[in-house]
Nanobody, 114 residues
Framework: QVQLVESGGGLVQPGGSLRLSCAAS????????MGWYRQAPGKQREVVAT???????YVADSVKGRYTISRDNAKNTVYLQMNSLKPEDTAVYYC????????WGKGTLVTVSS
């Protein structure tokens, strides 16, 4: 059974940082492209960052320069380092394996507020 378990969300002040982790099981992690998506209240889910199995990365313009995606194949884990957080970054952040049509985690809430 495939499981993607996100962690690291929480409440942070504007300008702060968080690191999200997503631990995968039930898949051969190293062959999957991985991604982080987010969904803010009243908005559609959007891609934040992706990393291919070879390590190539994509970061959405809205978070470029502030967010970094990385992966550790030995730990079956993908990370999202989020710096200089803004209130508009508030959302539920979801981990994905294999693209939108494949596997999803249940999400972790990130709230940016003073």
């Amino acid at each position: 059974q495939v499981q993607l378990v996100e962690s690291g969300g929480g409440l942070v002040q504007p300008g702060g940082s968080l690191r999200l982790s997503c631990a995968a099981s039930g898949i051969i992690f190293s062959i999957y492209d991985m991604g982080w998506y987010r969904q803010a209240p009243g908005k559609q889910r959007e891609v934040v960052a992706t990393i291919t199995r070879s390590g190539s990365t994509y970061v959405a313009d809205s978070v470029k320069g502030r967010y970094t995606i990385s992966r550790d194949n030995a730990k079956n884990t993908v990370y999202l380092q989020m710096n200089s957080l803004k209130p508009e970054d508030t959302a539920v952040y979801y981990c994905n394996a294999g693209g939108p049509g494949k596997y999803w985690g249940k999400g972790t809430l990130v709230t940016v507020s003073s």
